[in-house]
């Protein structure tokens, strides 16, 4: 299948849903609980705040993969590359500035770095941001990764690839789609 064929309206569909899907999610309070247990420093976060900065790392993420995943599909048109992009600018409400400001720190993050892990740059700034320790002394003298730093990673990874994988389940729906009409 030409990705010229794809349509940008069925682009556009898709990042209203994965957003709709990130909206409704109710999984931060819990994430931020597990995260105070393992990290005193986040209990000094507001619990709002910790849920607007995560829900903007995660928007950060899904920018990001969304390009990877547009690479990795072969989607060189610039319409289709940008409409996830777009479509979360467009979604900030006037009283969503800060989600707003703190999503586009996060996606220069991303895209400024050297690290091949958006998760890592991402996360990196939020710790430095609320002055969290990335690593610590272990018990045998030798510097390891917090156990906050490490969760925050591993739950942007897991989210990352839950979207890349919900992006090319729709590719591939998409080409069976049109596979099937054209026999």
């Not at 709709?20 to 309070?29: F, I, N, R, T, V």
Request: with cysteine; proline share 3%.
């Amino acid at each position: 299948m030409q990705m010229s064929e794809w349509e940008q309206s069925d682009f556009k569909a898709l990042s209203e849903s994965l957003l709709q899907e990130l909206s409704q999610d109710k999984e931060a309070p819990i994430f931020l609980e597990k995260l105070k247990k393992t990290d005193e420093g986040f209990k000094k976060i507001d619990d709002g705040i910790f849920i607007l900065e995560w829900t903007a790392m995660r928007l950060a993420y899904m920018a990001m993969s969304w390009q990877s995943s547009c690479d990795m599909n072969q989607i060189k048109d610039k319409g289709i590359r940008n409409t996830f992009f777009k479509t979360a600018m467009n979604s900030f409400s006037s009283g969503s500035v800060p989600l707003a400001t703190a999503f586009s720190v996060y996606v220069h993050a991303a895209e400024k770095s050297e690290v091949e892990s958006p998760c890592l740059a991402v996360t990196g700034v939020f710790f430095e941001k609320y002055n969290l320790p990335m690593t610590r002394q272990s018990e045998f003298d030798h510097k390891e990764v917090h156990p906050g730093f490490y969760e925050m990673i591993s739950a942007g990874e897991g989210f990352r690839a839950w979207f890349e994988n919900k992006f090319d389940d729709f590719v591939f729906a998409a080409m069976a789609k049109k596979t099937k009409d054209e026999n």
